[in-house]
Structure formats: C-alpha cells, structure tokens
C-alpha cells in the first residue's frame, strides 16, 4: 500500500501562483505513474497533469497546458504542480494519484489506485 499527502494548498488572487507537493510513503519500490486530479463542489473530478516515472514524459489538460508544471523528484519520492497564472476557476481541491500497473500518462480516474486527501487551492478574483 502506498500513502499520499498533498500540501502546498491555500488562497490566492488571480494571476497568482501556488506549487503542491505530493510525498509518498510505503510500498514505492516499483515505478510508477502520478497524476494530479481536481475537483470543484457540485463537479465530477476533473484530470489535471500526469508524469512518468522517469520524468521525460507529461501529459496535461487543455485547461491547464501552459500554466501549469508537473514534475518530480523520486530521491525524495515527491511530485511537483507548479500553478502559475492562476484562475478563479482552477478552485477545487486537488489530488495526486499513483498508477503501479499501467504505466500509461492517462487523464482517467480509474487508471489510479492510490489517492491523497486532497488540497485545496482557492482562488480569488
């Protein structure tokens, strides 16, 4: 099992910017997959960025592409969103995910198997 925490959350003007960590924590021997997710109140979760194990691959949403960073750090077995040019519609909270079996960058929830609690990112306009 592997554990999840995000941090870096919090309330910001538009235009402004945020960067989330998300560290892991248990069973990260193997390689694999993180996502970054979000989801706004009343709205399904929504795919935000993903990156593969090595890093030399990343994957975005169109909403996102632009603004924001994905990366990682696997010596400290953290990744990165670096958020810049924030809008108020990026609130939501946010989640990092990991996938240990398809090694695919892929924007579906389903593809995850472990979950963080999530963030919160509010922004203010």
């Known amino acids: 099992q592997v554990q999840l925490v995000e941090s870096g959350g919090g309330l910001v003007q538009a235009g402004g910017s945020l960067r989330l960590s998300c560290a892991a924590s248990?069973?990260?021997?193997?390689?694999?997959?993180m996502g970054w997710f979000r989801q706004a109140p009343g709205k399904e979760r929504e795919f935000v960025a993903a990156i593969s194990w090595s890093g030399d691959r990343t994957y975005y949403a169109d909403s996102v592409k632009g603004r924001f960073t994905i990366s990682r750090d696997n010596a400290k077995k953290t990744v990165y969103l670096q958020m810049n040019s924030l809008k108020p519609e990026d609130t939501a909270v946010y989640y990092c995910a990991a996938d240990f079996t398809r090694g695919i960058l892929s924007g579906s929830p389903r593809t995850y198997e472990n979950w963080g609690q999530g963030t919160q990112v509010t922004v203010s306009s």
């Open positions: 248990g069973r990260t021997s193997s390689s694999y997959v």
